[in-house]
């Protein structure tokens, strides 16, 4: 039978109780996004204001894509806990086997909290948790998660809340998410002196698009609004023109802001991000090179195997046989 779900996003005092469930091939950055602000918040608080567990996929400890290992609970022994947050990265599918799928049902039927990091949004999927709920999940993996589950409202957004399901692109916005949860519980001032430990000036609003590029701060608000435009519309680049008269601007003024911020032109820019990308698909995906081609703005194999080697310096061909080599994340 199914608990009725505590609101954890409420003033309280006591101790969160938390279940971090680490998972192989995650990185350190997102462990360490959902462990720091718990351990620093308990650290300012006159009384502990979480009180947490590892928790792993079986009695084997996670490693991380860094090495590292963590000791944990395995899931099957976990009794419950108010709030679990999956931290996983690569290899999803096999991490995704019915018997952690059916210990995420577990704990969520008892009326948990469920929270996911990277690819934990993923998994919660999977186990059917995120059905009529908005989540996102890293940019890389949007267009694949909305594809797969379609009940789920898919958002690009850097973390999304819905009631108790809380999701998170990668591990700066998880930092985003953990101060949103002590906020909510302990008030923003409080909220403000963690993030204030970690000389933190993040963006506290979950609604905010991810992405791509990073450099969030050298961006104004018109180059980040073009950015955002450019990022939709790889495949089929926009003339200039329509950028600015889609942003209520002019060319010029584009062309000064990006000059002024980014000390670049908008064209350059979008060619960047249309070359970030294709070096993505080449090295991550197995899609055809004249299909990379396609998907990121070149009418042309000729025009983009030119572009790709004066930007990347060796050919998209010898980047693919490099990466058959083996490497680490």
């Known amino acids: 039978m199914t608990k009725s779900a505590k609101n954890i996003l409420q003033p309280e005092h006591r ?108 998994l919660l999927a999977e186990a059917g948790l995120l059905d009529g709920h908005a989540a996102t999940t890293h940019w890389e993996d949007l267009e694949n998660f909305a594809a797969r589950f ?15 399901r809380l999701t998170s692109g990668g591990a700066v916005p998880a930092i985003d998410m953990m101060l949103h949860i002590i906020a909510a519980r302990h008030g923003a001032g409080f909220a403000a002196r963690v993030s204030g430990l970690f000389l933190y000036e993040g963006a506290s609003e979950p609604s905010k698009p991810q992405s791509r590029t990073g450099a969030p701060h050298r961006h104004t608000a018109l180059t980040a609004r073009a950015n955002s435009l450019m990022e939709t519309s790889l495949d089929d680049p926009l003339p200039l023109s329509d950028i600015a008269e889609t942003l209520g601007t002019s060319a010029r003024t584009l062309q000064q802001q990006f000059r002024l911020r980014l000390n670049t032109t908008p064209q350059d820019h979008y060619l960047q991000l249309r070359l970030a990308e294709a070096r993505r698909l080449v090295t991550d995906t197995d899609m055809p090179l004249m299909d990379v081609a396609l998907a990121t703005g070149f009418a042309s194999q000729s025009s983009f195997a030119r572009a790709f080697r004066t930007a990347h310096g060796l050919s998209a061909r010898d980047l693919r046989q490099d990466r058959t080599q083996p490497t680490h994340h």
């Open 15 to 122: 101790a969160l109780k938390t279940a971090v469930l680490v998972l192989d091939e995650c990185n350190t950055l997102s462990f360490a996004a959902a462990v720091d602000p718990m351990r620093a918040a308990n650290r300012l608080a006159d009384r502990p204001a979480f009180d947490w567990d590892y928790v792993t996929a079986t009695a084997e400890p996670a490693m991380l894509t860094s090495a590292l290992n963590v000791q944990g609970i395995p899931l099957a022994r976990l009794q419950g806990c108010d709030l679990m947050i999956v931290v996983a990265g690569f290899q999803l599918a096999r991490h995704a086997t019915p018997s952690l799928l059916a210990g995420l049902r577990r704990i969520a039927a008892s009326g948990a909290t469920m929270a996911g990091i990277d690819g934990g949004p993923w």
């Open 150 to 164: 379609p009940n789920v409202d898919v958002r690009p957004d850097r973390f999304t809340v819905s009631e108790n």
